[in-house]
């Protein structure tokens, strides 16, 4: 499946309403990590639902069926996006949610004295769940980070394991040190101790393409609106952990659910972890998502019948490289910067690193929020902060100011991260 063309930059740019007609056109933004911009197709779709499809789904009538349709469509097509079987995903509000409601809903799984491991490197949302089910009995372990190169070590974790371990929580890419972790590694590892894997792939996802089976993971959560989709989190949960899942819907649902409502049940999951279901028109929304990569794909590769998931799968490994031309411009920029500290390695390598760079100021009286919003006044868009990985960030011996982030999306060009590091240039002086 060779690429007929390099990354078209100005083809993937043209896709993105906001960087051409939006009131903030102008602003390079690089808080991709934060959550992307959407392409015309995402917003086409979110308008059609709502102009002629926004009723009650699974009625009768045309326009709540057609919308039922959509609806079942989007979900299908989102697991196929990742590899999954479409009864092993479920769409929530966002990641957060989904780990909630799947830590609440595999609660009587774990005994009185078994163990969970998290990692130091996670953001909250992957340990906060966790800890809530100490109530129950449960141990909750850290696994550490390196408090100079922020790295998380196989053999730290290996020490960790034990026969108690039930569950190891752990990002596929820190949204804070960019690292890349092993997955397949510490899958092979975790589940040589019989215990799950579940990991946080909300960092990795919108770089390259997931494909959970061959990563050999059981549980892996995704955030849609950072992968270009509307504010919606994806999770994979692996069939034969379905029958531990208890459902956090009511009790009694009305017949038409019902048929959901047995643990292992087809499409169990899309109704037992979601309590009143989530927001119908961005799920549709993600039709838009599908004709985007359909697209990109159709644009850069000759037109031949591959499964959507491997067209993702090649859009990705070209626009991955694209990405590295970006981050390569960048980088070299910032190994001569004093003022500036990259957080995690500095290979531009896709598969050690993400294009999310956390930065310490050295500068004598600037803090990070200054820069940032000094930026801001250049029409730059950067975050600061701890982006809720404040464990991470204790560990590295980083304080309440937090860090500077900017991260880029294939959809950034070099213009922009020569505007970056220029504007960089005159703030740190
Ligand atoms: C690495 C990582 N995990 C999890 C989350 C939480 O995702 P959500 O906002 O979808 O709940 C974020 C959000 O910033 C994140 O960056």
């Known amino acids: ?71 079942e469509l989007a979900t299908v097509k989102m697991a196929e996006m990742i590899n999954a079987d479409e ?8 990641t957060t949610m989904n780990l909630y409601m799947l830590a609440m809903s595999l609660r009587k799984m774990f005994k009185q004295g078994d163990d969970i491991i998290v990692s130091e490197q996670d953001h909250e949302s992957n340990i906060s769940p966790w800890l809530r089910l100490q109530e129950f009995g449960v141990t909750v372990k850290f696994w550490p980070i390196d408090p100079i190169t922020g790295r998380l070590s196989l053999e730290q974790l290996e020490c960790l394991l034990s026969a108690k371990t039930r569950l190891v929580c752990v990002t596929h890419s820190s ?5 890349v972790n092993p997955i397949k590694k510490i899958a092979d590892v975790v589940h040589k101790n019989d215990s799950l894997l579940l990991v946080d792939g909300v960092s990795y996802a919108p770089h390259h393409a997931i494909d959970v089976k061959a990563l050999g993971v059981d549980i892996y959560v995704l955030s849609l609106y950072k992968l270009f989709g509307p504010h919606l989190g994806l999770m994979y949960v692996k069939r034969i952990l379905h029958d531990q899942l208890e459902n956090q819907y009511f009790s009694q649902l009305p017949a038409l659910y019902q048929q959901y409502q047995k643990p292992g049940s087809p499409n169990y999951l899309r109704i037992s972890l979601n309590p009143g279901l989530v927001n119908h028109e961005e799920v549709v929304s993600l039709l838009g998502l599908v004709e985007y990569f359909n697209a990109l794909y159709q644009h850069h590769f000759s037109a031949n019948k591959c499964c959507f998931f491997e067209k993702v799968k090649a859009v990705m490994a070209l626009s991955v490289r694209y990405e590295t031309t970006l981050s390569e411009c960048w980088l070299n920029w910032l190994a001569k910067q004093k003022n500036l500290t990259l957080i995690g390695n500095n290979d531009n390598d896709v598969n050690q690193r993400s294009p999310t760079f956390s ?8 803090l990070p929020k200054e820069v940032a919003k000094l930026l801001a006044d250049k029409n730059i868009a950067v975050q600061s902060g701890s982006f809720y990985a404040w464990r991470c960030l204790n560990a590295l011996k980083i304080g309440d100011d937090g860090l500077l982030r900017v991260s880029f999306a294939h959809f950034n060009n070099l213009d922009e991260v020569h505007r970056l590091c220029n504007a960089l240039d005159e703030i740190l002086i």
């Not at 949204?175 to 690292?179: L, P, S, T």
């Not at 930065?359 to 600037?366: A, E, G, Q, R």
């Open 359 to 366: 930065l310490k100021i050295n500068h004598p009286s600037l």
């Open 87 to 94: 009864d092993e995903v479920v769409i929530g509000h966002c």
């Open 1 to 71: 499946m060779l690429a007929l063309k390099p990354w078209d930059i100005e083809f993937v740019r043209s896709q993105f309403p906001a960087l051409n007609k939006g009131k903030y056109s102008e602003t390079a933004f690089f808080e991709n990590a934060g959550g992307t911009y959407v392409p015309h197709q995402v917003i086409k779709k979110l308008d059609e639902y709502l102009v002629s499809t926004k009723v009650q789904p699974y009625g009768v009538y045309a326009s709540s069926h057609e919308g039922t349709q959509n609806i």
């Open 175 to 179: 949204n804070v040190v960019g690292d």
